[in-house]
């Protein structure tokens, strides 16, 4: 016998004496084999990412790039329609037909409808970004943005055939529940399907949209402005209907997140996510790919699915509380004076048409440095850019301030108009295109969807009020500030500096293992940039 020899006892009965049996092991070890070939392969694929240089990774995942470059267009739709309403209570046409006489004699939008106008788009996105968590936790990242975009198609209608502000404010709270869903999923997609060099150019794609969205609104806005017939603000309404069509059917061929394909169990899908994302160079061995995404989500496995109160627990509350902190600190730090900066410059003293025109070339400006902070957040880094330029920023309010201070003359609102303008556009060189990589970058995995979509709940809870404060300060119907809102601004930015000094931590050039693990040990949040995670560690 191979494994068991045969002894006669005292009674002549046999019994077996076993031997070591090396059959009976067999299987561990090949598990053993497995889970460490499985690690070996998560590892290399890291390192892979970790070595790879902004341009190289470019060129091995070109189709990383231009999907996300398409998910990023979704917030255009966002962005025209916040615009549109700064441009519309700004427009002589639109302040004929719905406007009331200021105490100057001039038709102005009434401070609490400008407002309520304003608002009405957030309120609907507070909607959408609750509901758009479990639904892309359900569903996927693809098919909660394909049909947000179709919804977007009917909403529309109620917009333009509007013949009132209150079924003006409707429609902008209906536009707001898509909106929602596009600004959840669109950082957290985009973060998850490039290599960890592109993270900050793919999530800074949103602010550069953001600023596309605008020229857009800008120059159909210059040309449309003098018109005296309703068509002024009728044909920009339309307009509208230029997107969610062909957006849709772009993104119904995207490959969906391979990250939330592993989460789902879907290993051979996410496996040929990886393959439609990458060059032939790459998609070789795509398993490496998903072994180093298991192995990062094993990290924070759990039997039970993702929910709402797992956000505010344990150390998912820090990261949490980042994500809304740099939402709503966007409203905090001249965020708004950008996306008024038409009607700023009205209340400033320049005339209508110069206004217009400020204002489109304040929004290309934007794009341009939008451009130029993928080169300083990718090699300066996150937490350097938004914390030192929300100080830069808080100077500039200040200033503004001080402009609005001085008695009324052409050279006060040249100085106020120079200011405003420094201020929207300084504004996507430092802390908006930053906080974009941020909010992509700090969630757990697995509650990437639900946090993205609490932090812009945040964004708008902070934003309405902001709203109402930023139109009773510069309407005059209001308390008519001008120029001096920025000493307001100034002091909110202030308080936004402190506390991301003390509790931003620096997630440049880390895998998302490193940051879970970071979170984790609780490292202090200004010694992140100097501590070093063994490739090997799983906690």
Avoid at 92 to 120: C, N, P, R, T
Wanted: aromatic share 12%; charged share 15%; net charge neutral.
């Amino acid at each position: 016998m191979s494994n068991a020899d045969v002894k006669v006892t005292g009674s002549d009965l046999p019994e077996v004496e076993k031997r070591p049996s090396h059959v009976e092991n067999s299987a561990d070890l090949d598990a053993n084999a497995k889970l460490a070939e499985y690690k070996a392969g998560a590892i290399d694929a890291e390192n892979a990412e970790l070595r790879m240089g902004v341009l190289e990774a470019v060129r091995l995942y070109p189709m990383a790039s231009l999907w996300a470059f398409t998910m990023s267009c979704t917030i255009i739709m966002e962005s025209y329609c916040v615009f549109l309403m700064g441009a519309f209570v700004a427009m002589d046409q639109f302040k004929k037909e719905y406007g009331v006489l200021d105490i100057h004699g001039k038709m102005q939008i009434e401070a609490s409808w400008q407002s309520a106008l304003q608002m009405g788009g957030p309120l609907g996105a507070i909607i959408g970004v609750v509901i758009a968590g479990p639904i892309t936790s359900k569903i996927g990242y693809r098919w909660a943005t394909i049909g947000g975009l179709m919804v977007l198609n009917c909403f529309i209608f109620v917009f333009y055939f509007a013949n009132s502000l209150a079924v003006m404010f409707v429609s902008q709270l209906l536009e707001g529940i898509p909106w929602g869903v596009f600004i959840a999923n669109a950082p957290a997609y985009c973060s998850e399907i490039v290599p960890i060099q592109l993270r900050a150019p793919a999530t800074q794609m949103l602010q550069m949209f953001w600023a596309i969205g605008a020229i857009i609104v800008g120059g159909v806005c210059y040309v449309y402005e003098g018109k005296m017939e309703s068509s002024a603000y009728r044909i920009p309404i339309a307009l509208q209907w230029m997107f969610p069509t062909p957006l849709a059917i772009l993104l119904y061929m995207a490959p969906e997140s391979p990250w939330w394909l592993v989460r789902k169990g879907r290993l051979e899908e996410a496996a040929n996510s990886v393959r439609r994302l990458g060059s032939a160079k790459v998609t070789t061995n795509p398993e490496e790919s998903v072994a180093m995404m298991r192995r990062t989500i094993d990290l924070e496995k759990t039997d039970k699915e993702p929910s709402l109160v797992e956000l505010f627990r344990g150390t998912d509350l820090y990261r949490t509380l980042i994500v809304c902190g740099v939402y709503a600190a966007q409203n905090l730090t001249g965020n708004l004076i950008a996306n008024q900066a038409v009607y700023f410059f009205r209340q400033a003293g320049i005339d209508s048409q110069l206004a217009f025109a400020l204002g489109l070339i304040t929004s290309a400006l934007q794009t341009i440095f939008v451009m130029l902070s993928w080169i300083l957040t990718t090699y300066l880094g996150r937490r350097t850019i938004y914390v030192w330029g929300s100080l830069i920023n808080v100077c500039f309010l200040v200033a503004l301030g001080i402009a609005g201070s001085v008695p009324a003359s052409n050279a006060s609102s040249l100085a106020m108009a120079s200011l405003g303008l420094i201020v929207s556009v300084g504004f996507t060189l430092g802390p908006a295109p930053a906080s974009w990589v941020i909010i992509g970058e700090t969630s757990a995995i697995r509650l990437r969807p639900l946090t993205t979509g609490i932090g812009r709940g945040a964004y708008y809870v902070v934003n309405i009020p902001c709203i109402f404060l930023a139109t009773y300060m510069l309407n005059p119907t209001g308390v008519d500030l001008g120029g001096r809102c920025g000493y307001v601004w100034g002091a909110t930015g202030f308080v936004c500096f402190i506390v991301a000094y003390f509790w931003l931590p620096e997630m440049k050039g880390r895998s998302y293992r490193e940051i879970d693990i970071m979170f984790k040990r609780k490292i202090p949040a200004r010694k992140w940039k100097e501590t070093v995670i063994d490739i090997n560690s799983d906690e």
